[in-house]
Every structure is written in structure tokens, then in C-alpha cells.
């Protein structure tokens, strides 16, 4: 399998927008509440800096074929963040740009694009999967970081696919409501199928933004998503 060039430039280009918003935004902002319910700019960053962390691990797990999961648990996980956050402004950034430049580093010499890993949520992918993984993070958190990016700042194919990947997911999962997205500046729009599906109607970047859990239009609040 070739290294999935589309996905590693999302990598490169998302990296660049997070770690760009982060260096605009003050020391003294990392205490305070974010735009994520719980979290402070400082778990936000913190997490961005672990996920990296745990993603280098699936690289390592799909080049060595030992298993090495991105965290031991839920609750390492959450740990992990809480401590983080309570670190120095200047370590936390650290953290993140350290972490983030090591993956992608990992990602450019990674060449078992065919190997199986599991994600943190239990499925097993193949490592092609590892810069999506990424590439959610890295743009949907640029956003969360509250300096200004919005989901219209996104490539159009990436708001096409983040929507098709959390359509995917909830629909294997069954996770209800069934509904109609309906894009006005698309040709088709998405659906998860079941009874009385709602319809949301809006830009292609604002049901992006809903289907996110980062709210924006009329329709069910579906939850924060990453
Ligand atoms: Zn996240």
C-alpha cells in the first residue's frame, strides 16, 4: 500500500494551523476556561501534545508489528491531560510542538501503510488511518483553540470528509438520530437512515461545525465529538 499523500499534506497543513493559532494566544489564556466544556486552554493543549504521543505509538506498533496501543486505558488517558495541564504554560507548548514534530517525523518514514493497529476506541484500522487520525485533531482543535479559525477555513474535501467520517461512525454504531444533511453548496447530501429522519439545512462547513458537536445550526445536539 503507498503512503496516503492527501492525508499526510491534511498532517502537515493541520499541524502548521494548530501550532500557528497556539503561538497567538498568551501564557496567561492557558489557565482559563476554553471553548470545550471542563477543559482549559491548557488540557487542549496538553491533549493535542498526547495524542501525538499516542499516535507515534500506533506508527511504531504498524512498523514493528508489537502491539503498542495509543493509551493503556480511558482513564491513563484522562489522567495524563489533567496532569499535563497543570504544567507550566512554556512546557505545555513544548509538549505539543515536541510530540507533534516527532509524529510527523514517524509518519514520513513509515512505510507498513498496510499494517493493522487498533485506535483508541477499540476498531482496528489499517496505518493508513493513522494521519486521519491526526488530521481530525489537529483541525477540528485549531478551531477549539477559540483565535479565530472556523470550519469554512477548511479545505473543501476535508469538510467532505471529517462529515462522511462521523456519518460513517455513527451510523455503524447506531447511534441515532436518523437524518438528512442537506448541504446548499454541495450536489448530494448525507444521511444516516432511519425513521422520521431530521433534516439540517446549511453550508457545507456549518453542518461540518454541527455534525462535530460544535454546534452553530438548528438540530439535536449531538455531543462533542473528539
Ligand atoms: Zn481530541
Redesign the pocket.
Known sequence: MTAPAQRLAWVEQGSRLFLDQLASIPDSAFPEPGTLPGWTTAHLVA??GY?AKALSRLVRWARTGEESPMYPSPESRNAEIEQGAKLPAGEIRELATETDSRLRADLTALTAWDAQVRTAQGRLVPATEIPWLRTR?VW??AVDLGTGVGFDDFPDELVDALIADVVGLRASRDQGPAFVLEASDRASDWRIPGEEPVVVRGTAAELCRWICGRGGLDGPDLGKW?
Open positions: 491533549h493535542v495524542n485533531e477540528i482543535h473528539l
